[in-house]
């Protein structure tokens, strides 16, 4: 089994920075990228911000100037700096990995549990 932990969240005032990590474990062959999504309450899962095996990136548009996302492919592990941080990005971030081989993972999708970033005075 694959599994993704997200740390770096919390509180943090508006216009403050934050800084996600997700460390993916266990057995890991090759995937095609890895992301972050995010769901405010009463809203739905978005995408934020996603990286690929190749390192390309895509941003939403909410995301574009302030967050940026990087990896370090020897660990396994995606990175979101968030900058600039405003109260609607108040939300519990989830990390995924997409179309993941490995022992006993045949295109599969991985998620996190979830951190929660609140951003308020």
């Known amino acids: 089994q694959v599994q993704l932990v997200e740390s770096g969240g919390g509180l943090v005032q508006p216009g403050g920075s934050l800084r996600l990590s997700c460390a993916a474990s266990?057995?890991?062959?090759?995937?095609?990228?890895m992301g972050w999504y995010r769901q405010a309450p009463g809203k739905e899962r978005e995408l934020v911000a996603a990286i690929s095996s190749v390192g390309r990136s895509n941003y939403a548009d909410s995301a574009k100037g302030r967050f940026t996302i990087s990896r370090d492919t020897a660990k396994n592990t995606v990175y979101l700096q968030m900058n600039s941080l405003k109260p609607e990005d108040t939300a519990v971030y989830h990390c995924?990995?997409?179309?993941?081989?490995?022992?006993?993972?045949?295109?599969?999708?991985?998620w996190g549990k979830g951190i929660l970033v609140t951003v308020s005075s």
């Open positions: 995924k990995i997409e179309n993941l081989y490995g022992l006993g993972s045949y295109g599969a999708d991985y």
């Open positions: 266990g057995s890991i062959f090759r995937f095609n990228a």
